[in-house]
């Protein structure tokens, strides 16, 4: 049988314009599950982060009867933010005084090993704030709208933690 010149063994111009654009929505599919799959990652890191924190807290608070930093019972009345991250990652005595030492006194705790890092400023630090009683969702919310300094708030009374990002905050970030 013979063959035409014509009839050629490659694709032609519109089978590979077909190809390319099949292409090229199949690659924008995979970046945008990527994306979504990264977002959703970070979310779970917050999560998780904040979770930690959120059960030292509580365990403290299981052990001694109130919050760290209790403005009325607590070794830290001040609110140091310093002192509070000591609370928390070496032992305790009954008045919340830490120390590197299991002993007689200091036998609560550690609750955590280190304050975990907040993963969008990768800060890992707290702001203490020995004022206010809000639920979750109220601080979450007026969280976003301040500035934001990065790191953790935390509020002493409500024994609540959440990302310190203001406005700043990614979209895609959960606020607690």
Sequence with gaps: ???????????????????????GIAGTLVAVNSAKSEAEAREQDLHERRGLISEAIDSYRADHGWYPCDPARDWNRSA???????QLTEYTDATGRPSVERNGSAKFGPYLSSLPAEPVSGLAKVTVDTNRERTLGDLGAATAGGEGRGGWRYE???G??????GRSFPANYPRF
């Design 1 to 23: 049988m013979p063959h035409s010149r014509y009839h050629s063994r490659g694709f032609s111009l519109s089978e590979a314009l077909i190809l390319v654009g099949i292409l």
């Design 160 to 165: 609540h933690v959440v990302a310190d990002l």
């Design 80 to 86: 140091n933010p310093a002192n509070l991250v000591r």
């Design 156 to 158: 002493v009374r409500s």
